[in-house]
């Protein structure tokens, strides 16, 4: 197998996405491209975006079976952890 800039695009735009999306659905605020001290709105948002352009390019670029099988569950996963984080906070939320 041979990694390609696409590969990397997608590893980066999903890796990127990750912490902005956790910092948001936390109600936390966290640095990000827009701000220093960035809302937990534009977080969310910002990962959510990251999450967006890293479907578009696996499905540009790699819309094979194994590829999607990877894409249902990580939006599954993805949806899950940001309906469910209510469940989750503590007093300092």
Do not use: K, L, T
């Given at each position: 197998?041979?990694?390609s800039?696409?590969?990397l695009?997608?590893?980066?735009?999903f890796s990127n996405g990750m912490p902005h999306f956790i910092?948001?659905?936390a109600g936390k605020r966290?640095?990000?491209p827009l701000g220093a001290n960035s809302s937990?709105?534009?977080?969310l948002i910002w990962g959510l975006t990251n999450f967006i352009l890293g479907t578009a390019v696996v499905l540009w670029q790699s819309p094979t079976?194994?590829?999607q099988s990877f894409l249902l569950v990580y939006w599954l996963v993805v949806a899950m952890f940001g309906f469910g984080?209510?469940?989750f906070k503590g007093d300092d939320f």
């Open positions: 197998m041979s990694i800039i696409w590969h695009a997608i590893g980066f735009f910092a948001g659905v966290f640095r990000s937990a709105r534009v977080n079976p194994d590829w984080m209510s469940h």
